[in-house]
Each structure stands twice: as C-alpha cells, then as structure tokens.
C-alpha cells in the first residue's frame, strides 16, 4: 500500500524510498515485528481464556511433554495477522505473486484453524479428519499452481528447473501442475511434523523464509539472473516483502514461544508457514532448492513416512518415536539441545542451497 505513496515523489526526496523493495521489505520486518510483540501477550491471554485447558497432549507422548498441559494454541494467529497486516502495508499489491503465496499461506491457515479449534473444543488430539485436511489442502495447492503457471514467462511455463544445471529445463507439461501441488502439499504437512518441541519449527521456517526471499529477489532481477545464469521470473522479487514481513512475525512469536513456551503455534501456523514455502518455492522455479534449503522438514516428514511403512510391514519400529526429534527426546536428548542443534542444521543447509545460485 505505502508503494504508491512512491507517485508523489519527484524522485529526489524521503517517498522515492517506497520504490526499492529493499527498502519496504525492512519496513515491513520490523512492522511485523513490533506488531507481534505488541500484540503478543492479549492474544495469549485470550487464548488462554477461551481454550480453559490448552492443547491437548498425547498419552503416548514423551513423557516430558505432560509438564506443557494447558499450554494455548493457536499461536500462529500473531504470525499471520502480523503477517497480513505487514504485507498490505508495504508490498506492492498489483503483484500477482504476492497474492499467490498470501492466498496459500492464508488457506492453509484456515485449514490449521479448524483444525486446532477441533481439538480444542474435543479437548483430545483428533481435529479435522485426515482425508478432509488432505483434500483441502490439495484444492487450494491445485488453484495456486494453476495461477503460478498462468503468471510465468511462456518460456518457463511447465517447466521444471534444476539447480547447478546452467538453463537446464525440463518440460513436465500438464504434469508440473500436481508436481507443484505435492511441493506445496508436502511443505505444508512437513512444516507440521515438525512443530513438536518449544522454537523448534520457528526458526527453520524463518531461515528457508529468508533463503527462499533472497532466492526470489535474484530470480526476479534480469542483471542478477544473467551474471548467476538463472532464469529470470519478472516480478518475483517482491515476494522479498513478504519474507521479511513472516521474519519478522515469526520473531515476535518465537519471544512467546521460547522454552518454556506461553504458546504453541499449531496447525494454524505450521501449515500456513509450510504452505508459503512450498508456494514461494514454485513461484521462482526453485522447487528442487526447497528440498535442500527445508531438508529438515523433509527428513521430519521421512522419519514419520520410514516409522509408518516399516511398521505396517514388519510390527517392528526403526525410531523410538517419530518424528525424529521424539526419537531423540527418547534417547535422553534434552529439548533445548535438540531444538537448538536442529537449528543448525537448518542454517546449514539454508547456505547450501544459497550455493546453488553460483553454482553453475
């Protein structure tokens, strides 16, 4: 909204300013910031009014987790208004991307909500069943790719891209549709297994956020693209408002959150957060470079896929519990060193799949 504040400037004074991405993606990091921090404590009094008894725990749980009995959820509702009051405030709302990955991030939102308010409201850990959240999710995942692939270049259209490969394409035709819809799908369900322990699916999100924000701010400048010989996505690079705006979010709640946490984020953020990364994801064609960047998710997501399969087949477990950060709770592990050593993997694998962009 304030870019078009960027009209009356002659091109000499302080509205200039609102023209640089750059500038409206700091902007809007610290508005989404304040703003959670402000807000942080109502909403979690409030929360804490209306759910009386907090999230339900599961029985066979560690048994460290009974100690967070009447802890609220649905804490990702500060990151998202914070979110969404940020990104209409400093993007550029004429921007189709923008809307693609708002429309994501806030239809997996409201799937979460459902969700956690199912729970709640049961005061057990059963909320929307399974196949009704997949099929949801699939929905809104198919209307996304559909309006990404409308939106790219007639060049890049169906077309999957690979990293390190220098203008290597693959033409996936009408395939690329539910390719993207299981990148999306899975980021969302991924982000969510994740969400087990105080911080520790928080702050991998804002690190692939800030990854993939740099990755779209590149691929949507024609200078940067041709000096690193990626393929240019016009437009893209205001998706950088965005990510700043979900960083900035996301730190207010991880100051609620911290061990011990005063609210748990929930299905209403973890979904909607694994959403926007799988849709920012397919918007700059760096699908394949989501894997590597959010590869704890993707291993989050294995270890609960391997435990399942394994188990079906032989009555036998390979983890003590999954997902594997439970598998390391079993082990003796304690949460802050196993939230705080996930982290660092994530950083990790955020710089290498920076990498792929020289790469080449």
């Not at 519990?321 to 082990?331: G, L, Q, S, T």
């Not at 660092?344 to 962009?357: F, H, M, Y």
């Amino acid at each position: 909204m304030l870019y078009w504040i960027s009209g009356l400037s002659d091109g000499g004074d302080l509205f200039n300013l609102f023209r640089y991405i750059t500038m409206r993606s700091g902007g809007a990091f610290f508005t989404a910031l304040i703003f959670a921090m402000f807000f942080g404590r109502p909403l979690i009094n409030l929360l804490r009014r209306r759910q009386g008894k907090g999230q339900p725990i599961r029985d066979d749980g560690p048994e460290t987790h009974f100690a967070k009995a009447g802890t609220p959820t649905m804490g990702g509702l500060l990151i998202l208004t914070a979110l969404l009051v940020s990104t209409f405030l400093w993007a550029r709302l004429d921007n189709p991307y923008v809307w693609i990955v708002m429309f994501v991030t806030f239809g997996y939102g409201l799937i979460g909500f459902a969700d956690d308010y199912a729970k709640v409201s049961k005061a057990n850990t059963k909320g929307v069943p399974g196949k009704v959240r997949l099929a949801l999710g699939f929905l809104i995942a198919f209307i996304a790719a559909v309006w990404s692939t409308m939106v790219h270049p007639d060049e890049l259209q169906f077309q999957l891209a690979l990293p390190v490969f220098k203008d290597l394409l693959i033409n996936l035709w009408w395939f690329f549709i539910p390719f993207a819809m299981i990148v999306i799908v899975g980021a969302a369900n991924a982000v969510n297994l994740t969400d087990g322990l105080d911080g520790l699916a928080i702050m991998p999100v804002m690190i692939a956020a800030g990854t993939l924000g740099a990755i779209a701010y590149v691929v949507g400048r024609v200078d940067f693209t041709e000096y690193l010989g990626l393929h240019y996505v016009p437009g893209t690079g205001e998706i950088l408002v965005f990510t700043a705006a979900l960083i900035g979010g996301g730190l207010g709640f991880l100051w609620f959150n911290a061990p011990p946490a005063a609210v748990f984020m929930g299905d209403t953020g973890s979904l909607a957060l694994g959403g926007s990364l799988g849709a920012i994801a397919v918007a700059t064609k760096h699908e394949i470079v989501l894997a590597i960047v959010g590869g704890l998710f993707v291993v989050e997501a294995l270890s609960v896929i391997i435990q399942v399969a394994y188990f079906k087949r032989t009555g036998k477990r390979v983890f003590l519990m999954a997902p594997i950060h439970h598998h390391y709770e079993k082990k003796g592990w304690s949460e802050p060193t196993i939230v705080i050593r996930f982290w660092i993997i994530s950083l990790v694998l955020a710089l290498i799949g920076l990498a792929t962009l020289k790469l080449r």
